[in-house]
């Protein structure tokens, strides 16, 4: 009899752990990790909290299982490459880049507070550096294109605060409802451009038109 249950069953564990794991993420990137309890996930889950227990002893272990998720989807995210980023306009490799960096954004939403809240296992402060680290370069490519006569250091900084500037409003883009959401990430946008452009001495799109031209 076992047997015949355990292939229905598993499935619907699957689906109840990411359905755990993706509340999990939405209460840390709402209230932080130290705030967040399992009563909160279990009730953002639409589950009870004995339900919840079957599959997680306490918080922390949620926090590591999603951690380890995180990690996953950090080595699998796929970016423009900087080459091909740095044969764009700057308007457009900025739209390029950012726009996959947002869905990664919504699919990792509780990352930011975990990682400032709890030590990161190896694997997980790994993919984590890795990422960074990727998007830096890309970053920096686009900024080359931008200012080929910009110093090396120089260049180097400027991508590391424009990245810095991406992470600092990525949280308030993920945790944001698909209403206002869009009018965040053209913030996003508008404010990498500016910053790339001043920073290259390059103008900055006189209008939308102008803008929607590059992206055609």
């Known amino acids: 009899m076992s047997a015949t249950h355990v292939p229905r ?3 619907r564990g699957e689906r109840r752990i990411d359905q755990i794991l993706a509340a999990a993420g939405v209460v840390f990137a709402r209230v932080g990790y130290a705030r967040t309890t399992t009563n909160a996930i279990a009730a953002e889950a ?4 004995g339900s919840l227990y079957q599959f997680f002893p306490n918080k922390e272990a949620i926090a590591e299982a999603l ?8 080595r699998t995210a ?3 490459e900087a080459e091909v980023l740095a044969s764009l306009p700057l308007e457009v490799a900025v739209d390029r880049l950012v726009d996959p960096v947002v869905e990664h954004a919504i699919v990792t939403p509780g990352f930011h507070a975990l990682f400032a809240a709890r030590p990161q296992s190896d694997h997980v402060a790994a993919s984590a550096h890795e990422l960074h680290h990727g998007l830096v370069a890309r970053v920096e490519a686009i900024v080359g294109a931008a200012g080929p006569d910009m110093p090396p250091a120089e260049r180097q900084r400027v ?3 424009a990245v810095q500037m991406c992470r600092g409003l990525l949280p308030l883009i993920a945790f944001a409802d ?3 959401r869009p009018a965040l990430v053209a913030e996003l946008k508008a404010a990498l451009i500016g910053y790339v ?14 803008l929607a031209i590059h992206l055609r």
């Open 197 to 210: 452009a001043q920073r290259t001495r390059r103008p900055t799109p006189a209008s939308r038109r102008d």
């Open 67 to 74: 951690e380890t998720r995180y990690a996953q989807q950090m």
């Open 9 to 11: 069953r598993q499935p």
């Open 159 to 161: 991508a590391a605060v």
């Open 78 to 80: 796929r970016f423009p």
């Open 46 to 49: 639409g589950v009870s909290p």
């Open 178 to 180: 698909e209403v206002s």
